[in-house]
């Protein structure tokens, strides 16, 4: 029976409320971590707030309720630049994967941490630079006139709310890779995981960490093919299965997924050596070390299933299919990557199409030509920027190194088992076919299961423009945007005359100075009759930028009528034409 409570990791123990400590305090047998930001790289303080604070936090919960033993789960992937055979080692014996490089008298996890705190503090003083706000704020309205959104009022506020956060998480995720990759890290998750992991060898609890390598779909429980939310892999299938041409890969690269079932088996076995006294310090769930699935395989197998999937494929542009059966992902080398992939594509788009747009600019009889060109580069720039923003995230698991993590210590606890329990927990790697695998169960499972998830995410419906604050800020807008422009036009006998933006609020403005000093005060009825003419839409706004209200009447009613409404709106002037 599972109890849910209220919490939050980033809080004093773990946000649990001091009575409900009181109330659980003697009758929790183990603490099990299973929270982190798995984002590759989150700004700095998100990914501090739970992968390293949220670990001290959980540790002082886990003390509190009598020194309860502590599972934490990490990644196989704190692994960082280390490359090869990654064996179950105490974290302490690399602190960091540069450590026979550089040496581990610099290193100090809460070092780390306190200089983390004070990067970040440095971040957000930095921000609140007068110059970084003055630009933060042009910023702003520059990005919500070109959203044709009010520049001025709520909608000012939270566009610079997020210009400014913007700025944060751009310079602390930049923070935050400059320290990973000092260290040996590739990423600012695996950096403050493995922050996490040294904190809690420090705390004095009985403790283990549980070490996955890419947790992927499951084999058979709770079925074949399971899984939940937008994994690891399933954006590199995605892409292919889309059209992406190749990845960058090493041949002798294996990409060490081991299915959610065996993942949860190897956890159960782990908490219960745990509980029992006999744990070791870490256990790492992989399969790399017994049944190695290799890059190269992996990628053959993706362009086989696509060839299968647009073969059978009975809808949609036959000459589509037809093209995408034959053409799937094949492996690049890094170097190849790098030169001619993604990046360099976007680059080149992004260039000309600004080159283009240029020129247009300056010919405007090549304009209406132009322009269409520009906005295909663009979009077409756009798409593999983001394309290189995902691929780029697994070169060092796919091309660069190439890791072998041992689970030992699961194989043993396994071992451990009598038969009747080896039925009940799944833990056989080496017997995974990876070709039935991918092709009759992964695959199948992230198109059913996962696909859905990444088109909604890409697909989110745009927000509707947000309004004004009220109409004297839509007015005072429109006049700072369009200025001269005309605004209301009327055909009169000697032609059409005009009245710019800024006439009419001028005109608009004059008319709430006269009514103010006519003794008309905020709340006033004010009424408002008259035909069709640009001075009914003037002497509008001007009852409204003197703080009255606006009674429109109707010019073809009745005496009777128009005063029945004064009376009703107890109004206290008339601007009548």
């Known amino acids: 029976k599972f109890t849910p409570i209220p919490g939050d990791v980033s809080k004093p123990f773990g946000g649990l409320p ?143 709310d997020k210009v400014h956060r913007r700025y944060e998480s ?28 040294q904190v809690l060898c420090a705390s004095g609890l009985p403790f283990t960490i549980a070490r996955p390598a890419v947790i992927e779909s499951s084999v058979s429980f709770p079925f074949p093919g399971w899984n939940e939310g937008i994994n690891t892999s399933a954006p590199l299938i995605y892409m292919g299965m889309q059209g992406l041409l190749s990845y960058p890969a090493h041949r002798d690269a294996v990409l060490d997924v081991i299915p959610v079932d065996l993942v949860s088996s190897g956890m159960i076995m782990t908490l219960a050596e745990l509980l029992e006294g006999t744990h070791k310090v870490v256990y790492q769930y992989g399969t790399s070390d017994s049944n190695p699935f290799f890059v190269y395989r992996f990628i053959e197998l993706v362009s086989l299933y696509k060839r299968r999937h647009f073969r059978e494929k009975g809808k949609g542009n036959p000459l589509m299919n037809w093209l995408q059966m034959h053409y799937g992902p094949t492996p690049i080398s890094p170097e190849t990557y790098f030169k001619w992939g993604p990046s360099r594509l976007a680059d080149t788009a992004l260039a000309a199409s600004k080159v283009i747009g240029d020129v247009g600019s300056e010919v405007l009889a090549l304009k209406p030509l132009l322009d269409p060109s520009s906005r295909i580069l663009e979009g077409f720039g756009k798409t593999n920027q983001k394309t290189a923003f995902i ?27 009598n038969d009747e329990d080896r039925e009940k927990l799944c833990w056989n790697p080496e017997d995974v076919d990876w070709r039935k695998w991918v ?29 004004y604050d009220d109409l004297v800020s839509f007015l005072d807008e429109i006049a700072e945007r369009f200025e001269h422009a005309p605004c209301l036009m009327r055909v009169e006998s000697e032609g059409i005359s005009r009245l710019t933006f800024l006439e009419v609020r001028e005109r608009a403005r004059a008319c709430a100075q006269r009514l103010n000093e006519m003794g008309v005060e905020e709340g006033d009825r004010i009424i408002l009759s008259g035909l069709n003419h640009p001075d009914w839409v003037i002497n509008w706004f001007g009852i409204v930028l003197a703080g009255a209200v606006v009674v429109p009447v109707e010019p073809g009613l009745t005496e009777e009528q128009a005063a029945n409404i004064a009376a009703t709106a107890s109004v206290r002037a008339a601007v009548l034409d």
């Open 18 to 160: 001091d009575d409900l400590r009181d109330s659980i305090r003697g009758n929790i047998h183990c603490l099990v971590n299973i929270a982190g930001v798995v984002d590759f790289n989150p700004p700095l303080d998100d990914a501090l707030n739970v992968n390293a604070f949220g670990m001290q936090s959980l540790v002082s919960l886990a003390k509190d309720l009598g020194d309860v033993p502590f599972l934490h789960t990490s990644t196989c992937y704190v692994a960082g630049d280390r490359t090869g055979q990654i064996d179950e080692l105490h974290p302490t014996e690399f602190p960091f994967p540069k450590a026979e490089e550089l040496g581990v008298q610099h290193w100090s996890a809460d070092g780390e941490v306190a200089e983390c705190v004070d990067l970040v503090e440095n971040v957000r003083h930095r921000a609140n630079d007068a110059f970084r706000r003055s630009h933060f704020l042009d910023k702003a309205r520059s990005n919500l006139k070109k959203r044709g959104e009010p520049a001025r009022g709520t909608a000012l506020q939270d566009e610079l």
């Open 170 to 197: 751009d310079r602390l995720i930049a923070a935050g890779l400059e320290r990973a990759k000092f260290w040996g890290w590739h990423n600012v998750y695996t950096y403050t995981k493995s922050i996490g992991e």
């Open 391 to 417: 691929l780029d995230q697994f070169v060092p698991f796919m091309a660069t190194h190439n890791y072998r993590f041992s689970a030992a210590n699961t194989r043993a606890a396994y071992a451990r088992l």
């Open 439 to 467: 092709m009759e169960v992964h695959i199948p499972g992230i198109q059913r299961h996962v696909v859905p998830l990444i088109e909604e995410k890409m697909e989110r419906p745009k927000k509707p423009l947000r309004p």
